[in-house]
């Protein structure tokens, strides 16, 4: 298993420019979520979904949009990208039965700059 | 809701001696707790989670954490410190819907 995958690594973007920021899990787990962990800082959930269809806000979801069409892949989009975006972001899995564990598995990162 | 508080940002120790990572919670009830680390450049790995199963819980890498109902405390130990183990580290409630609540962390610094 690959586990939870990020793509890009890296990326530069333009104020008002748009992208999405790709995440995929191969563990077959309905819960996703997304973080960003600002310099210094702990991590801040943007948005979460309890599976496909499925999706709600966390603390900090302004600028940002997301989908759960499958239950693989959770993408995150931002709109008109602005420099207070300039983050690393992580997608994050957990298993669907708390009786196998609660704990969230996550990606590697995405580190984006908005200039 | 719950909540942590890591009572220490930084953290130095040399190589060699015992580590103490301090978390206290607030909770009016058994909370879920995980401690996750991550290393420079990294994303999250977690080193082990408290889940009401055992008081004393061994994680990877030779941590352990004991939950201390009477204290509210989750601290993380390690009896030898490494230089590999140098990271910032997470204590972490589980809320609502599986959701986590980070904090800032506390910044392990290990020296030779």
């Known amino acids: 298993n690959a586990g939870v995958t990020q793509t890009p690594k890296f990326r530069i973007l333009k104020i008002g420019q748009s992208m999405t920021l790709q995440c995929t899990q191969d563990?077959?787990?309905?819960?996703m979520y997304w973080y960003r962990q600002d310099p210094g800082m702990g991590l801040k959930l943007i948005y979460y979904?309890?599976?496909?269809?499925?999706?709600d806000k966390g603390e900090v979801p302004n600028g940002y949009n997301v989908s759960r069409s499958t239950t693989e892949d959770f993408p995150l989009r931002l709109e008109l990208a602005a420099p207070s975006q300039t983050s690393v972001y992580f997608c994050?899995?957990?298993?669907?039965?708390?009786?196998?564990?609660?704990?969230?598995?996550f990606g590697p990162g995405t580190r984006l700059t908005v200039l | 809701a719950q909540s942590v508080t890591q009572l220490d940002s930084h953290v130095s120790v040399s190589e060699g001696t015992p580590v103490l990572l301090r978390c206290n919670y607030s909770?009016?009830?058994?909370?879920?707790l995980f401690w996750y680390v991550q290393h420079p450049n990294k994303g999250l790995q977690l080193l082990l989670k408290?889940?009401?199963?055992?008081?004393l819980v061994k994680g990877i890498n030779g941590f352990e954490a004991e939950f201390k109902k009477s204290e509210t405390s989750f601290h993380l130990t390690k009896p030898s410190a490494h230089m590999g183990d140098a990271a910032e580290y997470f204590c972490v409630p589980l809320s609502g819907y599986s959701t986590l609540t980070f904090g800032k962390g506390t910044m392990l610094l290990v020296s030779p």
């Open positions: 909770s009016s009830y058994s909370p879920s």
């Open positions: 563990m077959n787990h309905n819960y």
């Open positions: 408290y889940t009401s199963a055992a008081t």
């Open positions: 979904s309890v599976g496909a269809g499925i999706t």
């Open positions: 994050a899995s957990r298993r669907t039965r708390t009786a196998f564990g609660n704990e969230q598995f």
